[in-house]
Every structure is written in structure tokens, then in C-alpha cells.
């Protein structure tokens, strides 16, 4: 590999703080330009997973120049051809590859993801260095063209006076990139998404309940309820510190539990520093000397996901569902926060690690699925993600619960902490199983001779002629996603 990806921690100014991110060096040192443009891409808030794509994007494509130096006289001819090899690989037919590069065919969605990656990379590059951008806007066809003005509106239609962005829409739908990536299949959800119901008491009682260490057993219990009867991303559950877990006042055996932004939320006690600042980000740092953990390279970072809160003050609070799940989990904090209060770690978070070269410390996302994996075996059953059986599969198992029951789509938003109603289709649609008996049941209704047409009512009349008010089919068409 000529260039590698490895971790830096970056001094940028004369100030105290230092920057953590993955670089790229090469034989020749470090690639300055991208650093310039990953920093760019942290100032602005993007992810982790964004930089590291475009980290994996570039090292790919300096690779491949490395190995094509004298072949391209054109830098957009070799954009175009290194495009292609993403989709196709570099190996022959007889199995060789005379650059030495061996790639395997890279899939459509990933292709994808990587040439977008380096669009970015390299219009910032010809934007800030006068360089060339490998993969320029052109003029857009017709077709192109309406199908921009489709994203554009796709994309623009929930904003609030989105209409105000009429007259960008020229200049938005009449460019086009040389390159572009491939269409993907249209992918649908596995059928199991969600964790199966019929080993969630086997799994919590023998599964995650008969880890040898009780504290573990305890600690992993809390966050499976969390996750499954709470409908919280692990992530989230993690970030749960000590003093954000309280008795409910209308049933005090009932616990309220909330997960802070560790940026923008609330610092407990009403917690204030010298220039008045309440932020959880200040907290961390004057009393702990931390930083927020989306902010952390390695096994302790943890993402926050949720671009929505539940208060003000900065913060998901978990829906119980069924609410029994609330008083579960306050009978098993009561007895937790005993060995939490042992311990002298020097941080905020609830749930800690109790292994012996790592006490105390904030438990990580890793060592969870390790301990989640090895309770599955417990019970004879195989890690599987298609199937659902594995962390996130009891969010949607959360998200199925309430759909069953037949919640309004709104409330439902508001149990999963989703921005959109469309967020939650993949959480709550109808399972094969489901889809079977339905199918099932109005065959029977076909072949029954008594059977007559129904009268048509207000509901079929919404079928037809509702765009202008429901565009995305919500509630009204022939198949509204939400009933």
C-alpha cells in the first residue's frame, strides 16, 4: 500500500487544544492537503465514518496513480478510468493483474459512497489551492436535469420556508458530474430486522443474566433494556451517565432515564463555569479533563446520532414500552449503582468496565458486543445481523412493538427520536410473516361466494388526488405508508 492511514493528534494553534483525526502518509510523509480538508470536514461537524471514507477514497486513488504515472496525460480521464476499476476490480479474467494493486470488485453503494468522497475532496482542493477538480460539473442533460429537480425537491420539501430557495434552482438542477456513480438496487428491509421475540426471555434471563461476574450480568442487563424496552441506539444507552437516571414522581418505582447531547446539553445540578457557560462539553472538560466521545479516536468514541432532543435542556428521554420496562430497570439500578459507587473513576458515565486491567473506566461499544456475542452462544445462538439477532435488532424490535399496537406514526416519531416520519418505515413495516397471513386472509375473503364489493366510503376516495397535501404518500394514496 503506498499510502496508510494512521492516528495524529494535531496542533493548530497556540492554544492548549490539540485535534485528534486519522491522516494519510505516504513514502514521502504526510499527505498535507487532504489533512487541510479532513480538518475542514471536523470544523464542520461531519462524522467520524465521513472522514474515514474519504481517507479510504484517497488512499485508493493515490494507489492507483502511483501505479498508472505514465499512463494518464488527462487527470479527469483518470478519474474516469479509476472509477471504473472501483466497480469492475483490477484482477483479469486468468487471474492476474500486472499493477499490482489486486483489487476485488467494490460493491455499487460503496463505489458510490467513495466517488462522492473524492468529488468533495477534490472541489475543495481546486476551490482553496487552484487545482483541477477531477470530476468537474458539466452541463446537465434534460433527463438529468428533471431528475435533479426531483432530488432538489426531495430534499428541500420538509424545510420550512423551503420556498424561499426557489431561485437557487437553476443553478442547482442544470449541473451534473462527469462522473457518476452507478444506480444501486432499490434495497428493501430483511424480513428479521428486528431481534426475534421468542428468545428475548431466554436471552435476558440466560443469556446476558448468567455472566459469571453478577456486576457484568447487571450492568449489560440495564443496557439491554435500554435498547430494547427503551428503543435507544447502543451508543446512546453508553453515554448514560450517573446522575441521569431518577424515580419517576407519579410511580417512584418507575425509572426516568435521559441521555444527553454532551455538547450542546445540559450540565448537571445546574452546573455553571466562570463565564457562565452550562454546557455538558464545558463540564467534561473543567472537571474532568474530557472531551465529548463523538469527539475521541478509538474504542471509547461514541457516536450521537439523534438529530432531535426531547427538551430544551438537551436531551432523549427514554419511552418505556411496554412501561413495566421502566420499573424493571429501576429495581436493577438500585442494586447497580452499589458497584458503580465503588469505584474511583474519574468520569461521569454510568456504566463502567469491571474487567481487571480496565476498572472503571467508561465501558465501550466494543467490549459490549464482545459480552452481547458471548451471551448469544449461552443459549446456542449464532450472532446474526440479516436476522436481527444483534444489538440495534432491539431497536427495531421497539420500533415493531409499537407499530403492533397501532400507535399514531407522530408518537411513534417521538418514541424513536426520529427527525422524519419517513426515518421510522424501516422500524415498523410489516414483516414476511405478517405480509403472509395478511395475504392469507384476504384470499380466503376472495374465494368466499357470500362475499360482496363494500360500499365505498371516505377512505377510498383519499386514494386519488391528494399530492399537493401528502406528497410522500403518508397517509393517503393507494398504499399509504402509514395507516
Not at 442544470?174 to 431466554?202: H, M, Q, S
Not at 414522581?249 to 455553571?272: H, L, M, T
Not at 377512505?459 to 397517509?475: A, C, H, V
Request: one cysteine or more; charged letters at 25%; aromatic letters at 10%.
Amino acid at each position: 500500500m503506498i499510502a496508510v492511514k494512521v492516528k495524529a493528534t494535531i496542533t493548530e494553534d497556540n492554544t492548549g487544544i490539540k485535534t485528534s483525526i486519522p491522516i494519510l502518509i505516504t513514502e514521502q510523509g504526510e499527505l498535507t492537503t487532504v489533512t487541510d480538508y479532513l480538518l475542514h470536514l471536523e470544523t464542520s461537524g461531519k462524522s467520524i465514518g465521513t472522514i474515514n471514507r474519504v481517507l479510504r477514497a484517497t488512499s485508493k486513488l493515490v494507489d492507483f496513480m502511483a501505479t498508472h504515472c505514465d499512463i494518464f496525460d488527462d487527470p479527469k480521464l483518470l478519474f474516469q478510468t479509476f472509477s471504473k476499476r472501483l466497480y469492475t476490480g483490477t484482477i483479469g479474467e486468468d487471474g492476474l493483474d500486472s499493477s499490482g494493486l489486486y483489487w476485488i470488485p467494490t460493491s455499487i453503494s460503496e463505489s458510490r459512497l467513495l466517488i462522492a468522497a473524492l468529488t468533495g475532496l477534490t472541489d475543495w482542493l481546486a476551490q482553496n489551492n487552484n487545482t483541477i477538480s477531477l470530476n468537474p460539473l458539466r452541463q446537465a442533460t434534460p433527463h438529468e436535469e428533471r431528475l435533479n429537480y426531483a432530488a432538489w425537491f426531495r430534499k428541500n420539501q420538509n424545510d420550512f420556508l423551503g420556498h424561499l430557495k426557489d431561485t437557487s434552482i437553476n443553478s442547482t438542477t442544470k449541473k451534473a458530474r462527469i462522473i457518476k456513480g452507478r444506480t444501486p438496487l432499490i434495497k428493501t428491509e430483511d424480513d428479521a430486522v428486528a431481534f426475534p421475540e421468542r428468545y428475548w426471555e431466554n436471552f435476558y434471563l440466560n443469556g446476558i443474566g448468567r455472566a459469571k461476574d453478577p456486576r457484568v450480568a447487571l450492568r449489560d442487563k440495564l443496557i439491554l433494556l435500554l435498547i430494547h424496552g427503551g428503543g435507544l441506539r447502543i451508543s446512546e444507552a453508553l453515554l448514560l451517565w450517573i446522575t441521569d437516571v431518577f424515580e419517576d414522581p407519579n410511580d417512584p418505582q418507575k425509572a426516568i432515564v435521559r441521555i444527553y447531547s454532551e455538547e450542546e446539553g445540559k450540565a448537571p445540578n445546574n452546573w455553571k463555569n466562570h463565564i457562565g457557560d452550562s454546557t455538558r462539553k464545558a463540564y467534561l472538560k473543567e472537571n474532568y479533563g474530557r472531551i465529548p466521545r463523538k469527539h475521541i479516536l478509538g474504542t471509547n468514541r461514541l457516536g450521537f446520532k439523534s438529530k432531535v432532543v426531547d427538551h430544551r435542556d438537551g436531551y432523549l428521554q427514554v419511552h418505556w414500552f411496554p412501561t413495566d420496562y421502566g420499573k424493571v430497570f429501576m429495581s436493577l439500578w438500585r442494586n447497580y449503582i452499589k458497584y458503580r459507587s465503588v469505584s474511583d473513576s474519574f468520569h461521569p458515565y454510568a456504566f463502567i468496565s469491571f474487567s481487571q486491567k480496565s476498572f472503571g473506566n467508561p465501558y465501550t461499544q466494543s467490549a459490549f458486543n464482545e459480552n452481547y456475542n458471548n451471551a448469544l452462544r449461552r443459549i446456542n445462538l449464532t450472532p446474526n445481523k440479516s436476522e436481527g439477532i444483534d444489538p440495534h435488532g432491539h431497536r427495531h424490535n421497539y420500533g415493531r412493538r409499537l407499530e403492533k399496537v397501532q400507535l399514531s406514526p407522530l408518537l411513534i416519531r417521538k418514541c424513536m427520536h426520529h427527525k422524519s416520519l419517513e426515518a421510522q418505515i424501516p422500524y415498523t413495516q410489516k414483516n414476511n410473516e405478517e405480509v403472509s397471513s395478511i395475504l392469507d386472509h384476504a384470499t380466503k375473503q376472495l374465494n368466499d361466494p357470500n362475499s360482496k364489493i363494500s360500499a365505498i366510503d371516505w377512505k377510498s376516495l383519499t386514494e386519488y388526488g391528494l399530492e399537493d397535501i401528502d406528497p410522500n404518500s403518508y397517509f393517503t394514496g393507494k398504499y399509504p405508508k402509514f395507516k
